[in-house]
């Protein structure tokens, strides 16, 4: 069964540093999303995208985020400068024709640890 | 902005006994939809509900939407330890026609104890 793929499973970085988080949709996806989840808190969304574009993002998703499909498969969210703040579970997830149709796929996540 | 709220946050039952949580919303949704997330594990679709006043079966699971489509649950018949995860209810809003945001309710933590 097709699945989203996410890349590292787990990183501990710096503050400051940059941090790019990779996702794999399922391929005859249109609708790309990122969420994030602080520890034993609810899922929060972040960011939408549909036509190589931003279709929505959140309050959370500030000047330091940025989302990206670079080739036709992939799909990344950069966090320019870390804040200890933004350690949390990050989950990314996809649709094949937007939310108000169907579900969202989502993967395993990427566990970001700011330090 | 839209906000989805749930209740409880916990709810610890001994396997066998029933299971109900709520979800409702500052504002009309277009559908709701209900995932489960293991300790641990990533959200995982359950259902999803478009019409006022449905209701849908999944086995011992049970999910209504509200008339006004504003209100949702999730009972489960005779929990099992199988069943010990989060519930998160999650809708679009109506009015704002959004296909690109889900809103999640924070979550019901459901423990069965064997």
């Known amino acids: 069964e097709p699945e989203v793929t996410q890349t590292p499973s787990h990183q501990v970085t710096q503050m400051g540093q940059e941090v790019i988080l990779r996702c794999v949709p399922i391929?005859?996806?249109?609708?790309f999303y990122w969420y994030r989840q602080i520890l034993g808190q609810k899922v929060e969304f972040l960011v939408s995208?549909?036509?190589?574009?931003?279709?929505?993002k959140s309050e959370i998703f500030d000047d330091q985020f940025s989302v990206e499909r670079p080739d036709g498969s992939n799909f990344t969210l950069k966090i320019r400068s870390t804040k200890l703040e933004d350690s949390a579970m990050y989950f990314c997830a996809s649709n094949p024709n937007g939310v108000e149709t169907g579900e969202l796929f989502f993967g395993e996540g990427s566990r970001l640890t700011v330090l | 902005g839209q906000q989805v709220m749930q209740i409880p946050q916990y709810q610890h039952v001994q396997e066998g006994e029933d299971f109900t949580t709520y979800c409702n919303s500052s504002?009309?949704?277009?559908?709701i939809q209900w995932y489960k997330q293991r300790p641990g594990g990533h959200p995982v679709f359950l259902i999803q509900?478009?019409?006022?006043?449905e209701v849908k079966k999944q086995k011992r699971l049970t999910f209504q939407f509200g008339e006004a489509k504003k209100n949702s649950s999730l009972h489960i018949t005779a929990t099992q330890t199988t069943d010990v995860g989060t519930y998160f209810c999650?809708?679009?809003?109506?009015?704002?026609?959004?296909?690109?945001?889900?809103?999640f309710g924070k979550g019901t933590l459901l423990t069965v104890n064997p």
């Open positions: 504002t009309t949704l277009s559908n």
């Open positions: 999650a809708g679009t809003s109506l009015f704002r026609g959004s296909n690109y945001k889900l809103t």
């Open positions: 995208f549909y036509n190589n574009e931003i279709s929505e």
């Open positions: 391929s005859n996806h249109l609708y």
């Open positions: 509900l478009v019409k006022s006043g």
